[in-house]
T-cell receptor, first 110, second 114 residues
Framework: DAKTTQPNSMESNEEEPVHLPCNHSTISGTDYIHWYRQLPSQGPEYVIHGLTSNVNNRMASLAIAEDRKSSTLILHRATLRDAAVYYCILRASGTYKYIFGTGTRLKVLA | DAGVIQSPRHEVTEMGQEVTLRCKPISGHNSLFWYRQTMMRGLELLIYFNNNVPIDDSGMPEDRFSAKMPNASFSTLKIQPSEPRDSAVYFC????????????FGQGTRLTVV
């Protein structure tokens, strides 16, 4: 399974954008990039995923580098409810399992 | 849909006892996963099933752990005998194979072995 590298922690001010980086230099051509987050005392929840093109949904945007060796999760306006651990995961095409790394703990300051 | 349902939410047991964790996946989902989360090791994938068949159990720690999925709406994770180092939060997740293969997680079972 290809690995991802994320900063251990980040801080953001409330109502400001947050850019969470992820490096995945060993990504293969058919690996999907998924982001999940885990709020305190809850199970992980899906945020967004993509393959090559940038993606937007109601929760966030995903910017994928042209060489696909890195990606950035963008929260457009952080709220206190966005404080969580954010995981960047590579999923091989045709498989359905997710291998979680250590993630980035996001702290949102009021 | 009520989402993935796990029971019990909390379990405290004595070392050496058998523990059974239960999971009801979301109806229509083909894949089911069991994860374990500890401070030291983070979220570990223990086993996953496709269409009730175990596909990858390489994450199961040892023979004391076993998982079954007798039908599409129920799965169990059993630990026998339990040890203090098994104390963790155990999550079950399910995922469809069509459309977005998003994994939906349950609320978890917090297991404490004393």
């Amino acid at each position: 399974d290809a690995k991802t590298t994320q900063p251990n922690s980040m801080e953001s001010n409330e109502e400001e954008p947050v850019h969470l980086p992820c490096n995945h230099s060993t990504i293969s051509g058919t690996d999907y990039i998924h982001w999940y987050r885990q709020l305190p005392s809850q199970g992980p929840e899906y945020v967004i995923h993509g393959l090559t093109s940038n993606v937007n949904n109601r929760m966030a945007s995903l910017a994928i580098a042209e060489d696909r060796k890195s990606s950035t999760l963008i929260l457009h306006r952080a709220t206190l409810r966005d404080a969580a651990v954010y995981y960047c995961i590579l999923r091989a095409s045709g498989t359905y399992k997710y291998i979680f790394g250590t993630g980035t703990r996001l702290k949102v300051l009021a | 849909d009520a989402g993935v349902i796990q029971s019990p939410r909390h379990e405290v047991t004595e070392m050496g006892q058998e523990v059974t964790l239960r999971c009801k996946p979301i109806s229509g989902h083909n894949s089911l996963f069991w994860y374990r989360q500890t401070m030291m090791r983070g979220l570990e994938l223990l086993i996953y099933f496709n269409n009730n068949v175990p596909i990858d159990d390489s994450g199961m720690p040892e023979d004391r752990f076993s998982a079954k999925m007798p039908n599409a709406s129920f799965s169990t994770l059993k630990i026998q005998p339990s040890e203090p180092r098994d104390s963790a939060v155990y999550f079950c997740a399910s995922s469809p194979q069509t459309g977005t293969p998003e994994a939906f997680f349950g609320q978890g079972t917090r297991l404490t072995v004393v």
